[in-house]
């Protein structure tokens, strides 16, 4: 599920500013990868496999969001209610719900992968405001062209138009490409950046990534 940043709504905003007075300090020292990757990237596949090898807490801002938005809290049906009114949403949604799952999360001693996010700059540097830059950033690189056409193929079982399809796919994969490179210099500039050649055959990528981890 991939939603774009909106707006701040000042009745969301103090939802923000309790939040962020509650992270533990541990929660800053928990080590943090984050997997950048478009839609086709195989970004899900990998995530999945690196959760299992190295026991890390995998954490998707979109999936806590549905969540939060399924739930019965004040914040969550303060969201539904945004949502069933066709408002966009606050735009530190995604952010305060991912470092309060980290907060809730960092006392069972794991680290985090953080997959889905940043979706761009901005998400990139608020979350270094509140929570320091992560420890590692893979970035599976893959052409859009390729992440086109896996798109494509995994897209035939639906019952919309093929042009439609097409469409929809070409939609993703612009969007992706036209936020991603800002996101990339950032953390090359911190030097925490890794990219991944993700064209290649999945258990070939995943070796590439536990070269990089197991050095790390």
């Known amino acids: 599920m991939c939603l774009s ?18 992270f533990p300090v541990e929660t800053k020292k928990s080590k943090v990868i984050f997997v950048i990757g478009g839609p086709g990237s195989g970004k899900a596949l990998q995530s999945e496999k690196i959760e299992e090898r190295y026991s890390l807490k995998r954490l998707c801002p979109g999936d806590i969001l549905c969540s939060e938005l399924q739930s019965h809290s004040e914040r969550g049906r303060f969201l539904r ?9 606050p735009e530190d949604t995604l952010l ?14 794991k680290g985090f ?12 540097q608020e979350y270094e405001a509140k929570m320091g830059q992560p420890d590692i950033a893979l970035f599976l690189e893959c052409s859009a062209d390729i992440m086109s056409r896996r798109l494509q193929q995994r ?8 042009e439609a399809r097409d ?9 992706f490409c036209s936020l991603v490179n800002p996101v990339v210099s950032h953390y ?10 993700a064209e290649q055959p999945p258990e070939d990528v995943f070796e590439q990534i536990c070269l990089v981890l197991d050095s790390c």
């Open 167 to 175: 469409r929809d796919t070409r939609r993703r994969v612009d969007g």
């Open 96 to 109: 305060d719900l991912l470092c309060e799952a980290m907060a809730s999360t960092v006392r069972q001693g």
């Open 188 to 197: 090359e500039h911190r030097e925490v950046l890794h990219k991944i050649d």
């Open 113 to 124: 992968l953080v997959t889905g996010f940043p979706k761009n700059l901005k998400q990139a």
């Open 81 to 89: 209610d945004l949502l069933e009114r066709g408002e966009q949403l």
């Open 155 to 162: 897209a035939t079982c639906s019952l919309h138009t093929k």
């Open 5 to 22: 940043l909106w707006q701040i709504d000042e009745e969301v905003a103090g939802y923000a500013e309790a939040a962020g007075e509650s």
